[in-house]
């Protein structure tokens, strides 16, 4: 198996290549350039890409990869919207993706910006190297005894129910499909609100929470779930933290909530319009966009860049897969369970 890496950054190449002597059938080569149409040519030769989640994988990028004889496509992250997969199925190509990788890691970051933000450690930093030993402004709130909600509790929002509970938080969690284990028998969470119909009552949520966090994923339901009706419903001065999705949260009704003091702190690693900044250094370039700026502007504001997966264990997790499925590609054995987005005879 030849696979051609779209895209890699240092920490892409020295992940891969720590994982590949388990996979001797796998050969690779890596390159800066992403994967669109204009590169698709260059896989001449190889049996398969690896690409991420920023890759353009439309109709016309896999109609070059099938002419050039590559069957197989191998998005080493958890989305696939980058790739057109009816055409992907019509030239009987098939698309492998990451199903899942250190919930831990997602959750362990969600809680580093909460105390972050709540805290000023980001102001207090800048401050110290400043000599500016002064403390006006940096007033936190102590979590022990306090109320956290967490929508969605899957696998990132149930790691983070654990950490929560570590702080001595009393938890309240929000899902469209409770995980009753999480309150019987892991006691992480000490009460779900209502699901009646279908609908979620987060309003009892919102009342009483002073943290929240959101790690519902995104979808037509969902998007801007948080927005100026749901934040009027929010506690004055709760914590907001989202490293769910950027569409989740209706940006200026968030800027609006922290310049009105409702929202006290906030630690963001998504938003909207991240897209085009997604890993990318555009450090002398002038921004059209004002989002992040304006959000920066705040002093009770921490953001990150798509960053709350980047530990060593989860990038070996992301390796480990991709080339598993690589591998199992080119033996005709099984790929990794739940990974496969389409492939020629699966529905
Ligand atoms: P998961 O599928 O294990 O859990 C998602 C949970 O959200 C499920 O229990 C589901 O029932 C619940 N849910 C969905 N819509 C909901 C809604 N409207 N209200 C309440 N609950 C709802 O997913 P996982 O792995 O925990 O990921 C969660 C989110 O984290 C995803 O949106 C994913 O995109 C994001 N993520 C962010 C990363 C980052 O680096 N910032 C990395 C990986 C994932």
Redo the contacts with the bound molecule.
């Keep these: 198996m030849k696979v051609l890496f779209y895209e890699t950054k240092s920490y892409d190449r020295e992940s891969f290549g720590a994982a590949l002597s388990k996979y001797p059938d796998v050969k690779v080569d890596f390159i800066d350039a992403n994967l669109s149409p204009m590169t698709a040519g260059l896989a001449r030769g190889y049996d398969a890409v690896c690409a991420f989640v920023n890759a353009d994988v439309s109709a016309m990028t896999l109609e070059v990869l099938a002419g050039f004889g590559v069957k197989l496509v191998l998005m080493r992250c958890?989305?696939f919207d980058a790739v057109n997969v009816p055409m992907a199925k019509e030239l009987g190509m098939t698309v492998t993706r990451v199903p899942?990788y250190s919930?831990e890691a997602?959750a362990e970051?969600a809680m580093g910006l909460a105390l972050c933000a709540n805290r000023r450690i980001h102001k207090g930093y800048i401050r110290v190297r400043e000599n500016n030993f002064s403390l006006e402004g940096l007033v936190g709130v102590t979590l022990h005894g306090k109320t956290a909600g967490v929508?969605?509790?899957?696998?990132?929002?149930a790691a983070l129910c654990r950490i929560l509970k570590g702080f001595g938080m009393y938890v309240i969690g929000?899902?469209?499909?409770p995980?009753q284990k999480l309150v019987d028998e892991e006691h992480v969470v000490d009460e779900y609100v209502e699901v009646k119909d279908g609908k979620?009552d987060y309003a009892s949520l919102y009342r009483r929470a002073d943290l929240i966090s959101l790690?519902?994923?995104?979808?037509k339901?969902?998007y801007h779930?948080i927005n100026d009706d749901s934040i009027a419903q929010m506690k004055d001065g709760v914590i907001f933290v989202n490293?769910?999705?950027g569409g989740l949260v209706d940006s200026n009704a968030l800027i609006r909530g922290i310049r009105s003091g409702k929202i006290g702190a906030a630690g963001l690693?998504?938003y909207e319009e991240e897209n085009a900044n997604v890993y990318q250094d555009r450090e002398s370039e002038i921004l059209g966009s004002s989002i992040v700026a304006r959000l920066c502007s705040f002093p009770n504001v921490v953001m990150t860049s798509?960053?709350?997966?980047?530990t060593r264990e989860a990038l070996g997790q992301i390796a480990e897969c991709t080339l598993e499925n690589a591998q199992a590609f080119g033996r005709g054995t099984d790929f990794v369970p739940r990974s496969v987005v389409t492939a020629p005879g699966v529905e």
């Design positions: 958890a989305g899942a919930p997602i970051h929508i969605g509790t899957g696998r990132i929002g929000a899902d469209l499909y995980n979620v790690h519902a994923f995104l979808n339901d969902s779930m490293t769910g999705r690693d998504v798509h960053q709350a997966f980047f």
